[in-house]
């Protein structure tokens, strides 16, 4: 039998990209000690007060069908949490609650793209974007990241890859995999790029509650100009530890709500009602455990770092945000697909290979902080043994001299010494 060109499509490298993380479940399963830090599910728990809504709401009967895209009491909780969050003025018929961010991502890529157009993604990316973009037949066009800028974009490189095909541009702020944290100065560029061109902005700030070293968040549709042509997706999985819930939500203008809603109808006929009612208390309350979380992923970012600066063979570029951190392997003499195989299958630490995320992520692997404390400090400490035992071959050496934005970074970085050392010795 015959299949839909779509389902070769969504069978990408970004779907493979999970390969690593299942062998290290089938690891644990078979009783083997191994540190999983290649997904990015909360340890913590949901706060309870949403919880017993949601207990609540079950046992009184509200299992029936509800609003396609969010009831009325959800969508105005979530428009005035999205402008105290913001100061971007929206009101109900802004709102369109999706399952999950990635229902969001998926929403807004089938409302502004179709076969032949093109949407413009900085790389690395998250895994499924890919697939997002190819579901709706556009095609991505990735744009590097740089590390020497700590993965921050830039809009001059977003501008050169502009087409007469684009039809948007998708980011995500704080970013997963890198952790990069975009500032006004970045967003403001990249708006008038958008505005000049007559661009959709795509917007993923699923992390926008998780900022780290006092950063706050700006979102591009609160900007001059853009809250026209910004969709902004936005989820509670991370923020208030709810990924099994599935509760995401866009922003956009009234008439791109009113298309999402047209394709709820189509997909998936409105996310279960029980939820809808429970979780509006999630934007109407201040919840402490909201906070604790931010900062234990602060914690935990620090005490990786802290763990890794005397490791000679690996580089951590700290995060800004995001509960995710990248770690450059380019001194072991691996690529990021052979360290992250072999870290696994050696000492029993499981992290995602950077190119999973795009090319750009070559040369990298991402480490998920939602794991605890303990477990870090174990999984660094074993990250940094294993990276101890390897010897850097002279074929990295050369082909870092012959790549000098990279070459440079770790020459000034002192957690390479090794690269210093064994320069000296040829």
């Given at each position: 039998m015959r299949y839909a060109a779509?389902?070769?499509?969504?069978?990408?490298?970004?779907?493979?990209?999970?390969?690593?993380?299942?062998?290290?479940?089938?690891?644990?399963?078979?009783?083997?000690?191994v540190v999983i830090l290649s997904i990015g599910d909360p340890d913590f728990e949901t706060p309870e007060a949403i919880t017993k809504a949601m207990v609540e709401r079950v046992s009184s009967g509200d299992t029936h069908y509800g609003s396609i895209d969010g009831g009325p009491e959800l969508k105005a909780a979530i428009a005035a949490y999205h402008k105290r969050q913001t100061s971007h003025d929206v009101g109900a018929e802004n709102i369109s609650v999706t399952l999950g961010a990635q229902g969001g991502l998926y929403g807004a890529a089938m409302c502004v793209?179709?076969?032949?157009?093109?949407?413009?993604?900085?790389?690395?990316?998250?895994?499924?974007?890919?697939?997002?973009?190819?579901?709706?037949?556009?095609?991505?066009?990735?744009?590097?990241?740089?590390?020497?800028?700590?993965?921050?974009?830039?809009?001059?490189?977003?501008?050169?890859?502009?087409?007469?095909?684009?039809?948007?541009?998708?980011?995500?702020?704080?970013?997963?995999?890198?952790?990069?944290?975009?500032?006004r100065d970045d967003l403001m560029a990249l708006g008038e790029v958008c505005k000049r061109h007559d661009l959709w902005l795509i917007s993923d700030e699923v992390y926008s509650r998780t900022l780290f070293d006092g950063r706050e968040h700006v979102s591009p549709a609160s900007l001059p100009g853009m809250a026209e042509r910004t969709i902004v997706v936005d989820s509670l999985s991370k923020s208030h530890a709810m990924t099994g819930w599935r509760v995401g939500w866009t922003v956009g203008p009234a008439a791109f709500t009113r298309h999402m809603y047209y394709l709820g109808l189509a997909l998936h006929y409105g996310p279960p009602t029980f939820i809808q009612s429970s979780v509006a208390v999630a934007f109407t309350e201040n919840f402490p455990e909201v906070e604790e979380m931010r900062a234990r992923y602060e914690a935990r970012r620090n005490l990786v770092c802290e763990a890794l600066a005397a490791c000679e063979r690996v580089r951590v570029i700290k995060p800004e945000g995001s509960c995710f951190m990248m770690i450059d392997v380019r001194p072991s003499g691996l690529t990021s697909q052979e360290f992250s195989s072999r870290l696994l299958d050696e000492a029993g630490v499981s992290l995602l290979p950077g190119e999973g995320f795009g090319s750009n992520g070559s040369g990298f692997v991402r480490l998920s902080l939602t794991a605890s404390d303990e477990e870090l400090s174990e999984a660094s400490r074993r990250i940094a043994r294993f990276a101890g035992t390897l010897n850097l071959p002279a074929r990295s050496i050369t082909a870092l001299r012959r790549a000098p934005d990279t070459f440079q970074d770790h020459v000034k970085d002192a957690s390479s010494p090794c690269i210093r050392r064994d320069l000296r010795s040829r």
């Open positions: 779509i389902v070769d499509r969504l069978a990408n490298e970004g779907a493979r990209a999970w390969e690593v993380h299942g062998r290290a479940m089938q690891h644990r399963r078979e009783g083997r000690d793209a179709q076969y032949g157009d093109e949407i413009i993604v900085p790389q690395p990316v998250y895994v499924t974007y890919d697939s997002v973009v190819q579901a709706c037949g556009a095609t991505l066009v990735d744009v590097p990241l740089r590390p020497e800028r700590d993965f921050h974009l830039d809009a001059g490189d977003i501008e050169a890859a502009v087409t007469p095909r684009t039809r948007a541009v998708m980011i995500n702020t704080p970013h997963n995999p890198t952790g990069a944290a975009y500032g």
